[in-house]
């Protein structure tokens, strides 16, 4: 699932750090994206400029704190709520106050996973459907605590990504 948010993130203009607790994974998934790319200049649907474009987009990084640049961290980790509290306690004091974090969960509630952190106002669900690329709707996601602000930006970076914003709760 991250593979396919990191590509049509940088296949909109984004700068996309690569993370993974196991560096190779993240090395694989830029290799797996670009060849994707790859395949499709060689059938004519995108022209090879804009493959080595997106390509150079795509940064993989091997901590966390290489991270703290970023304005927006997408989580496509395993769905187990104590390891997503975690990861986010950690990144809360990582990324800029202003960064939005969200979770790419479906069975999990984002308020629970968001229940700890200091801000959570700038929390949200981000829920993708499989195959990302191809699937055009992203579920956009409140907690109880979650500003409206928050969804706003979540709904337009949607937009700017090709796909379709759809609010749920």
């Not at 080595?52 to 640049?69: M, R």
């Not at 939005?100 to 969960?105: D, E, F, Q, R, S």
């Not at 055009?136 to 969804?151: F, M, P, Q, R, W």
Request: hydrophobic share 45%; with cysteine.
């Amino acid at each position: 699932m991250g593979r396919g948010i990191a590509q049509i993130a940088a296949q909109a203009g984004s700068k996309v750090c690569l993370f993974d607790t196991n560096p190779e994974a993240a090395a694989a998934a830029q290799k797996q994206i670009e060849q994707q790319w790859q395949k499709l200049a060689e059938k004519g649907k995108i022209d090879a400029a804009k493959a080595a474009e997106w390509s150079a987009l795509l940064q993989p990084v091997t901590t966390l704190n290489d991270l703290s640049s970023c304005d927006l961290v997408i989580e496509a980790i395993v769905e187990r709520l104590d390891v997503k509290r975690e990861l986010f306690a950690q990144l809360e004091t990582i990324v800029d106050s202003k960064a939005v974090l969200v979770t790419n969960t479906s069975s999990l509630s984002v308020t629970a996973i968001a229940a700890n952190l200091k801000s959570a106002h700038r929390f949200a669900g981000y829920h993708f459907f499989n195959p990302v690329p191809l699937m055009k709707v992203v579920e956009v996601i409140a907690g109880l605590k979650t500003d409206a602000a928050t969804c706003e930006r979540l709904t337009q970076y949607t937009r700017e990504m090709g796909h379709t914003p759809v609010t749920a709760q």
